[in-house]
């Protein structure tokens, strides 16, 4: 079994920053994807940000060249840093991760966190 906590939300002015960490429990066989998916209220859940087997990560477009994705050597703790975030950014923020399918990353992960809420205010 495998849990995620997530931490580090909060309510921040625009054009401010947060960051995001996900400290992961348990045991996943590797290699695993981790990501970062939000949902707004009344709207789907969307990928921010992930990191696949090989190490590449991939942004939304509205969050390129705003936010970082990380993680800890040991793969135990994922971080998303958001800088310039925008009223659009708010969301509840979930941390993931999965077991590849056929060598990719899925599209809906195995595991998933409680959330951790950002608001953003103009």
């Known amino acids: 079994q495998v849990a995620l906590v997530e931490s580090g939300g909060g309510s921040v002015q625009a054009g401010g920053s947060l960051r995001l960490s996900c400290a992961a429990f348990?045991?996943?066989?590797?290699?695993?994807?981790m990501g970062w998916f939000r949902q707004a209220p009344g709207k789907e859940r969307e990928g921010v940000a992930t990191i696949d087997i090989d190490g590449s990560t991939h942004y939304a477009d509205s969050v390129k060249g705003r936010f970082t994705i990380s993680q800890t050597n040991n793969k135990n703790t994922l971080y998303l840093q958001m800088n310039n975030l925008k009223p659009g950014d708010t969301a509840m923020y979930y941390c993931?991760?999965?077991?590849?399918?056929?060598?990719?990353?899925?599209?809906?992960?195995?595991?998933w966190g409680q959330g951790t809420q950002v608001t953003v205010s103009s």
């Open positions: 993931a991760t999965s077991t590849p399918r056929f060598g990719n990353c899925p599209q809906n992960y195995d595991y």
């Open positions: 348990g045991y996943i066989s590797r290699p695993y994807c």
